[in-house]
């Protein structure tokens, strides 16, 4: 059990990265079983307004894809994917963007501003902040999206009167037509245009890991090429792909490190971003 002096001693290893990150913008994904568990979703809450109330600017990009299996399957419909990436007919579309945008964007936000009353909820398709176009764009009844372009203005205009932006990964294209679009590409093409200190990815793994199946074979720092030996050696597979990818294109795109992580671990943010050691991987060009 942690004395006095031990709790000192942990925040006084915190003041050199609070010193080097304040000021600085970070984008965070949240997604995964983190979202669903009560007290993991707390601690993620706690650690996201740690960040802020030190002085760094935090973007929160959010998916919710076992929200969105949950009530697919009370719908009957049966959820699809390849390459990891949700495969949506338009049945699907409109219940994602219900649940996205209806439920889990305003559930997040309620929750910040339980503390902060900073948090201000978004979709792609408000103020034009994420154009989307089709990721399959052969397949007339696929509205999966990829990024086609961000626009900064609603997310500086938060930034710069210190509001937290929450963003559910729904969009739409130049005819109005909304896309659902992968959360990590999305917090990634908003990393990237913001030129983000870090483009950081709450997961349900450890991170990148040498063998799958065992915690101990994580990497904790790899680079580009490194990544791309180990999709080519198919050590990066399925819900991997569309994370390792979008960090790749961060990192050759103005975003100093990406880091994918566990958000299960007890305050796997602080830990990742405070510390030398961190928790997970982290990604650098």
Known sequence: MLNNFDHIHILSDFLPFIKRFYGSTIVIKYGGSAMQNIEFRSRIIQDILFL??????????????????YWLKKMNIE?????GVRVTDKDTMELVEMVLVGKVNKDLVALL??????AVGLSGKDSNLVTASSFFPDQLDNYTGKVQSVNLDIINLLLSHRYIP??????SDLNGQTYNINADSVAGAIAESLSAEKLILLTDTYGVMSNVNDPST???NVNIQQLEDLKDRQVILGGMIPKVDCCIKALKNNVVAAHII????????????????????????
């Open 262 to 285: 566990n958000g299960n671990i007890k305050h796997a943010l602080l830990l990742e971003v405070l510390t030398s050691f961190g928790i997970g991987t982290k990604l650098v060009e």
């Open 218 to 220: 994580l990497i904790k």
């Open 79 to 83: 959820p699809k994917f390849f390459n």
């Open 166 to 171: 929450v963003i559910a990964s729904i969009a």
């Open 113 to 118: 501003n339980r503390s902060s009353s900073m």
């Open 52 to 69: 802020y109330y030190i002085g760094i600017k935090v973007v929160v990009v959010h998916g919710g894809g076992p929200m969105i299996n």
